[in-house]
């Protein structure tokens, strides 16, 4: 039988975004009683990520810097913010 198998091209977003969203989820929850903060943690999360993409192209010979793993880092950052979100929503509405 032949093997049929499935291919994602660039599966290495999936992980930038998923490395990207635990990363933020972390920080979020960690700073939950402080509602300003959260702003401070989306910021620094999207900013960390351009200068990890910018770094690995200049500093590196053997790593590239891809726009488009910027795009899927701060994906997971607002992925992990729109969660965030509605759990804090979910949970003011039932401890009402």
């Known amino acids: 039988m032949p093997k049929i198998g499935i291919s994602f091209g660039n ?57 488009i793993d910027i795009v899927a880092n701060t994906a997971g950052v607002i992925v992990a913010l729109t969660i965030y979100n509605q759990i804090l929503k979910k949970n003011k509405v039932n401890s009402q």
């Open 11 to 67: 599966i290495d977003k999936v992980y930038h975004l998923f490395a990207y969203f635990t990363l933020t989820i972390c920080w979020l929850f960690t700073y939950y009683k402080k509602p300003k903060a959260k702003y401070i943690v989306i910021v620094s999360c999207i900013i960390f990520g351009i200068i990890i993409e910018i770094l690995q192209g200049t500093i590196t010979s053997y790593r590239t810097g891809d726009y």
